[in-house]
């Protein structure tokens, strides 16, 4: 029995939400590694950093709420995921410019960076 069970956990630890997770904070850690040594003006590494965070946080709290509602739609689930993304990024980008003071071009490319190496793999975490 413990053989069989083995698979079931491994697939738990890789799959869904922690699978996501995993995969996408390596993602968005080397993203944001490398563009910090590309856009290395005052205060942007700071704003990427802070981008990867905003975009790891929102795409592992929206997660749960996709996968549920791509199980009975998968336009509503692309959807909302889609919904999530655009309207982290305008608050994002109103307030990394109006309170925050960050680069706003460092900021928002690399949010927009993150959102789309999560976009890319949220697939394959949704439906396991």
């Known amino acids: 029995m413990a053989a069989g069970s083995a698979p079931a ?16 904070a390596s993602l968005i850690g ?8 590309i856009l290395r003006g005052p205060g942007d590494s700071q704003a990427i ?17 996709v996968r549920r509602l791509t199980r ?14 655009f309207g982290t990024f305008g608050v994002y980008a109103l307030l990394a410019g109006l309170v925050l003071h960050l680069p ?11 959102y789309f190496l999560s976009m890319v ?3 394959l975490f949704l439906r396991s």
Do not use: D, K
């Open 72 to 85: 009975s739609n998968l336009v509503i689930g692309w959807a909302t995921g889609s919904l999530v993304r």
């Open 30 to 37: 080397v993203a944001a590694v490398g563009m910090s040594m």
């Open 104 to 114: 706003m071009t460092a900021a928002l490319l690399s949010l927009a960076l993150f």
């Open 9 to 24: 956990s491994r697939h738990r630890l890789t799959g869904g939400l922690p699978g996501f997770a995993l995969v996408s």
């Open 49 to 65: 950093w802070i981008s990867a965070a905003v975009a790891f946080a929102s795409q592992v709290a929206a997660f749960p709420a």
């Open 121 to 123: 793999i949220e697939p």
